[in-house]
């Protein structure tokens, strides 16, 4: 199954909400993962850009896009960003299919 780095940050007043009564939110996320036949890999809160990281497993694009998708339209976000993580083996594939690509760029004859 494809891997996907999840990155969020809070509202303000989800910090507002977690400071006045902490809450170990990994359960939450394993939870929506595995709704969508997933599986939670790591959650991590970062200094930053962001203010966490989730490492999913899901079956395909359609099911990490339906939990991004559910957990970001809960109100507790101010944002959520995911990657597809490829493979080195999947990245050596696009390498070798890309020799067979030819490209031209914008304004120059081919």
Same mark, same amino acid.
């Given at each position: 199954m494809p891997l996907y780095l999840t990155r969020f940050s809070y509202t303000p007043a989800t910090w507002a909400k977690l400071i006045k009564n $902490?809450?170990? =939110? =990994?359960? &939450? &996320? +394993?939870?929506?993962?595995?709704? %969508? #036949? #997933? +599986? @939670?890999? #790591?959650y991590w809160y970062a200094f930053g850009e962001h203010d966490g990281y989730? @490492?999913?497993?899901? $079956?395909?694009? %359609?099911s990490m896009a339906a939990t991004a998708l559910a957990i970001g339209s809960g109100g507790a976000l101010s944002s959520i960003q995911t990657t597809v993580l490829l493979s080195v083996e999947e990245a050596m594939a696009a390498m070798k299919k890309a020799s067979s690509i030819r490209y031209r760029p914008p304004g120059e004859k081919g």
């Amino acid at each position: 199954m494809p891997l996907y780095l999840t990155r969020f940050s809070y509202t303000p007043a989800t910090w507002a909400k977690l400071i006045k009564n $902490p809450e170990d =939110r =990994r359960a &939450a &996320a +394993k939870e929506y993962i595995e709704a %969508a #036949g #997933g +599986k @939670l890999h #790591g959650y991590w809160y970062a200094f930053g850009e962001h203010d966490g990281y989730n @490492l999913f497993e899901a $079956p395909d694009n %359609a099911s990490m896009a339906a939990t991004a998708l559910a957990i970001g339209s809960g109100g507790a976000l101010s944002s959520i960003q995911t990657t597809v993580l490829l493979s080195v083996e999947e990245a050596m594939a696009a390498m070798k299919k890309a020799s067979s690509i030819r490209y031209r760029p914008p304004g120059e004859k081919g």
